[in-house]
C-alpha cells in the first residue's frame, strides 16, 4: 500500500492552526483536537438539552406567576429577568412598594415592576421643535460657551443633563437658543 504525496494546506478546526492534511476529508491537525472537539460538541448538546428542559420547567412556572396580582422576590427574579439585588435595592428605595408577610414572606405587586420596567415611549418630534433649528434660533456649543462664558465640556454636559435636542450638521452643534437661555439666563 502506498501513501499519499498529497499536501493540502489546511486550517485545524479547533485549534485553527495551519497543518497539511493528506487527505481533502481531513479536518483536524492531530487525533488530540479531534477528541476535544468531539468532546466539546457533547457538552454543548449537553448544555442545550439542559435550556429546553429548563425552559420547559419555567414556562409552566410563569404562567401560574402570570395570573397572581402578588409575587415573590424570586418569581420576580424569573419573571423579569433582574437580579435578587436589584429588587432588594428597589424596594429599599421606597420605588417598590413591598410587604412583608415574615420571614422570606416578601410580596411585590406586579403591576408595580411592569411600570417600572416597561419602556418610556418619547414623545414625536412636532412643528414647534423642527421651527427650533432654524438658523437665527440656534447657538453653537461655542457660541454659548462664548457668550456665557462656559466651558465647553460644561455646556455639553448641561445639554445631556437636560435632554436638550441637538442637531449636528458637518463639525458643528446646534442648540435652540430658548432653552440654553432658560438655563443660563432664567427670569
Same mark, same amino acid.
Given at each position: 500500500?502506498?501513501?499519499?504525496?498529497?499536501?493540502?494546506?489546511?486550517?485545524?478546526?479547533?485549534?485553527?492552526?495551519?497543518?497539511?492534511?493528506? %487527505? $481533502?476529508?481531513?479536518r483536524f491537525c492531530?487525533?488530540?483536537?479531534?477528541?476535544?472537539?468531539?468532546? !466539546?460538541?457533547?457538552?454543548?448538546?449537553?448544555?442545550?438539552?439542559?435550556?429546553? &428542559?429548563?425552559?420547559?420547567? &419555567?414556562?409552566?412556572?410563569?404562567?401560574?406567576?402570570?395570573?397572581?396580582?402578588?409575587?415573590?422576590?424570586?418569581?420576580?427574579?424569573?419573571?423579569? =429577568?433582574?437580579?435578587?439585588? %436589584?429588587?432588594?435595592?428597589?424596594?429599599? &428605595? =421606597? !420605588?417598590?412598594?413591598?410587604?412583608?408577610?415574615?420571614q422570606r414572606l416578601?410580596?411585590?405587586?406586579?403591576?408595580?415592576?411592569?411600570?417600572?420596567?416597561?419602556?418610556?415611549?418619547?414623545?414625536?418630534?412636532?412643528?414647534?421643535?423642527? &421651527? /427650533?433649528?432654524?438658523?437665527?434660533?440656534?447657538? %453653537?456649543?461655542?457660541?454659548?460657551?462664548?457668550?456665557?462664558?462656559?466651558?465647553?465640556?460644561?455646556?455639553?454636559?448641561l445639554i445631556r !443633563?437636560?435632554?436638550?435636542? %441637538?442637531?449636528? $450638521? =458637518?463639525?458643528? $452643534?446646534?442648540?435652540?437658543?430658548?432653552?440654553?437661555?432658560?438655563?443660563? /439666563?432664567?427670569?
Amino acid at each position: 500500500m502506498g501513501f499519499s504525496k498529497l499536501k493540502i494546506p489546511k486550517l485545524c478546526e479547533f485549534c485553527e492552526k495551519p497543518f497539511e492534511a493528506k %487527505t $481533502v476529508s481531513t479536518r483536524f491537525c492531530s487525533k488530540y483536537c479531534s477528541e476535544k472537539q468531539a468532546k !466539546r460538541q457533547k457538552n454543548l448538546a449537553k448544555e442545550l438539552e439542559e435550556k429546553q &428542559s429548563f425552559l420547559k420547567q &419555567s414556562a409552566k412556572k410563569i404562567a401560574q406567576i402570570q395570573t397572581r396580582p402578588y409575587i415573590s422576590v424570586s418569581e420576580a427574579v424569573i419573571l423579569f =429577568g433582574i437580579s435578587k439585588d %436589584t429588587i432588594h435595592r428597589l424596594i429599599k &428605595s =421606597g !420605588r417598590i412598594p413591598a410587604h412583608n408577610f415574615g420571614q422570606r414572606l416578601t410580596r411585590v405587586s406586579k403591576l408595580d415592576l411592569e411600570s417600572l420596567f416597561t419602556p418610556v415611549e418619547s414623545p414625536l418630534e412636532t412643528e414647534e421643535e423642527k &421651527s /427650533d433649528f432654524v438658523v437665527g434660533n440656534c447657538y %453653537t456649543i461655542s457660541e454659548v460657551s462664548k457668550k456665557y462664558k462656559a466651558n465647553p465640556g460644561t455646556v455639553n454636559n448641561l445639554i445631556r !443633563r437636560n435632554k436638550i435636542p %441637538t442637531k449636528q $450638521v =458637518g463639525s458643528f $452643534v446646534y442648540v435652540p437658543k430658548r432653552y440654553i437661555d432658560e438655563i443660563f /439666563d432664567p427670569k
